[in-house]
């Protein structure tokens, strides 16, 4: 018997840069969103006897991708077993269909699919809680794939919060074949807010940070927040999140010599904290009209109550006026823009030290934009980078307007899919492809 998981991808609808923790990592915010784009993990496993050690092997299409220990799926089932007390023998296969170190949380994706996968295929599960550790040792976009839909990430964006549902609405990920590295990002990110001049190059090669144990709620099951230590008590808002991640005492008790904050001076300003915290309050203000914690119990959710939307094909039934879904998306997604950081809006602070790198980027976004003319078709409510990047996504009020945006694209030389943004109740409606 084998199990396999739709393992869909994400963006980054927003995201902003912090100071510089006491672990050494940046403090950010930013709104993740799940896609239909996905790729393909199938998991067969059987159990061994007592006294037996694991084995784990893995394959895929993709010879880009790592097959030994080094791959998020191994070191999550690895890990997994471990944390159950359990010794198995497990085989795993990718079928990749998403960019490969694209910005899209692909592999990290694949890293929750595999646990998703081996649960049902043993028969044991592990408590909610203790899953979204796991996986925030994994990898810190790992947690986010455990809720889907609609997700607020704080800390190092393992710190998760479930939000109301956008729509289904029409997306387009344009797909450049362009490397970004993450690390030399925040390099740049560094030396911009310190006033220096960010380094003029950099390898190209996507760099992933080191994993740090999770240490906040958020999961299908609809825990309450008290069973995590450190976490705001039950029924505090995501808000709270947002002192504990980025405020001036993740600094006073830093354990970084003071050379070392001096050096970091510029990234732990006042003025950056309360950007960041103006971020996560236009943010969590999306929630305000229900309980995003509590777990309705409903088959094919994830346990998290949700705001009820139109379905895609019988909005789209109607062509011969403005739809329910196109006027629900554009008011959700225009509220974020116009309620973001000063007279910026909502963005993603990659970009101003990405784009100057790679100015091809830059390009692909107004491409994703459009300008709006007579004829051209195709105009985006909302376009940024996904992450430090190399993705970038666009979102629209109609297919027609994602098509027309999607061959403009296309037109230029760079690859881009079509596919629309995934809700939390189909999100695990659809998990498993059998």
């Not at 050690?53 to 999550?76: E, F, G, H, Y």
């Not at 001076?265 to 995003?292: I, K, N, Q």
Request: contains cysteine; glycine residues 12%; charged residues 20%.
């Amino acid at each position: 018997m084998t199990t396999t998981v739709r393992s869909y991808s994400k963006i980054n609808l927003g995201l902003a840069i912090g100071p510089v923790r006491g672990d050494g990592f940046h403090g950010l915010a930013t709104m993740y969103q799940t896609l239909g784009l996905h790729d393909l993990v199938t998991v067969s496993a059987r159990m061994l006897g007592a006294g037996a050690a694991s084995r784990i092997s893995l394959t895929t299409n993709d010879k880009r991708v790592p097959v030994d220990a080094r791959n998020t799926c191994w070191k999550m089932v690895e890990r997994a077993l471990g944390r159950l007390g359990l010794a198995a023998e497990v085989a795993i296969h990718i079928e990749k269909r998403l960019p490969v170190q694209g910005g899209m949380g692909a592999g990290s994706a694949n890293a929750a699919a595999a646990l998703l996968g081996l649960e049902r295929e043993l028969g044991f599960a592990l408590p909610g809680a203790e899953r979204l550790r796991l996986a925030g040792e994994v990898g810190s976009d790992v947690p986010l794939f455990l809720l889907g839909g609609a997700v607020l990430g704080l800390g190092r964006g393992e710190m998760v919060f479930a939000m109301p549902d956008f729509p289904r609405t029409w997306c387009v990920v344009a797909v450049p074949e362009v490397g970004v590295s993450t690390p030399q990002a925040f390099r740049d990110w560094d030396a911009l807010a310190s006033g220096a001049k960010a380094p003029s190059s950099h390898s190209g090669v996507y760099g992933t940070a080191e994993a740090v144990p999770l240490t906040a709620p958020g999961d299908e099951s609809g825990f309450q927040p008290s069973e995590i230590s450190g976490h705001p008590e039950p029924g505090a808002s995501p808000q709270a999140g947002i002192k504990r991640a980025f405020g001036p005492e993740s600094l006073a008790s830093s354990t970084l010599p003071r050379a070392a904050l001096r050096e970091n001076r510029g990234l732990t300003s006042v003025p950056a904290v309360d950007r960041l915290e103006m971020l996560s309050l236009a943010y969590a203000s999306l929630s305000a009209p229900v309980g995003a914690r509590t777990g309705d119990g409903k088959a094919g959710t994830s346990g998290i109550v949700r705001v009820e939307v139109p379905d895609l094909k019988q909005v789209e039934s109607d062509r011969g006026q403005t739809t329910a879904m196109n006027d629900l998306a554009e008011d959700a997604l225009l509220a974020l823009v116009r309620t973001g950081i000063g007279n910026r809006g909502l963005q993603n602070d990659f970009e101003d030290v990405v784009f100057p790198k790679h100015p091809s980027l830059r390009q692909i976004k107004r491409q994703l934009m459009g300008d709006g003319s007579a004829g051209s078709g195709g105009t985006a409510v909302y376009a940024a980078l996904s992450g430090s990047g190399s993705a970038l996504f666009g979102l629209y009020r109609s297919e027609a307007d994602a098509v027309a945006a999607q061959r403009r694209v296309q037109e230029s030389g760079c690859k881009a899919l079509l596919t629309t943004t995934l809700p939390r109740t189909d999100y695990w409606r659809e998990m498993f492809a059998e």
